[in-house]
Each structure stands twice: as C-alpha cells, then as structure tokens.
C-alpha cells in the first residue's frame, strides 16, 4: 500500500503543477473577459478581437486621414492610424488605463492587417500595454500583454524619437 500510495503520488504531483501553471500562466493571451461591444475599448485576444476589428469601432475614432508609408522607425510598412478617445485627448507622461490606439496596415491600396495596443493597467512598463498583429489572412499573430516584440521597439517612443509610453502616434 505505501509502494501504490507514493507511486500516486508521484504520479499526480507533476500534473497538478503543470496544470495549475497552464491555468495562472495561459488563457489571457487567447481568451477575452473584455467587454466585446465596446466601441471605445478592443478586447483581448485573437478569437474576441478579430470580430471586434471587422465591425469596425476604430473608425470612429481619431484617425489620420490617409495611409502614409512607415515612419523611419516603423515596423509595420505603409498604416493609418487610429487613437481611442483616451489615447487622443491625453496629454504627456503616462497614458491612462483604456487609452487604445488601432493601426490598419497596407499593401497597395488594400488593408492586410492590423496591430492594435492598448493600455490595460497602470504604470509605464512594457507588462502594462496588451499588443495584437496580424497580417493577412493566415498569417501569424502577435497576441499577449506586453508582447516582447512589441515591447522592445515601443520602449524607444520618446527616446530621441517622437512619442512617449509605448505610443509613437497618438492621432488627436
């Protein structure tokens, strides 16, 4: 009985470790608990966000007026980009929780993706901003809270670049 007692246990232990971590460290890059209607606020993951961007909130948003080939810092390639009431109407240092901004990007005269931040909890660190890309149809997709990718080059708004937290156009 103890041989069978200990071989359970073993046997359960590292499941339940890898199951609790499955549960605290997965599910909030591709689950949404957002509000799915908001016209102001995109939700989070890829399932809730891309009907989210083909019902098509962000245009009613502050928007450049035309696409523009990237900036000389941009990843993203010829985009229009869109800002949230709270990403347009705030002013310098840390932008406020909701503050959302969504880039269509272009090939030619046609959109063929988006990338869409939005900051979902105080203070300025990368952790603090939700990111999501994609391009094309099938293509791969950026979907996490504070998304190395994105992370990395985003840290550099407002470092002799233009900008500030994480935003480098904030469209008013």
């Not at 009985?1 to 246990?9: A, C, F, L, S």
């Not at 997965?26 to 939700?43: A, F, R, V, Y």
Request: aromatic letters at 10%.
């Amino acid at each position: 009985m103890r041989t069978e007692t200990g071989v359970r246990q073993w046997y359960w232990w590292p499941l339940c470790v890898l199951g609790l971590t499955a549960l605290s460290c997965g599910g909030s890059e591709t689950q949404s608990i957002d509000d799915l209607n908001s016209p102001q606020t995109p939700p989070r993951g890829a399932a809730a966000i891309e009907p989210w961007i083909a019902q098509g909130f962000y245009r009613s948003w502050k928007c450049e007026p035309a696409p523009h080939p990237a900036s000389p810092f941009g990843a993203h390639g010829d985009n229009r980009v869109c800002s949230n009431d709270l990403l347009s109407a705030a002013g310098p240092g840390e932008f406020p929780v909701g503050a959302a901004s969504v880039k269509e990007i272009y090939s030619g005269p046609n959109v063929v993706g988006f990338s869409v931040s939005r900051h979902t909890a105080a203070g300025t660190s990368g952790s603090t901003w939700y990111w999501y890309e994609r391009i094309g149809q099938d293509g791969g997709a950026t979907d996490a809270q504070g998304a190395r990718v994105c992370v990395g080059c985003h840290s550099q708004a407002g470092n002799n670049r233009p900008g500030h937290d994480y935003v480098y156009t904030q469209v008013r």
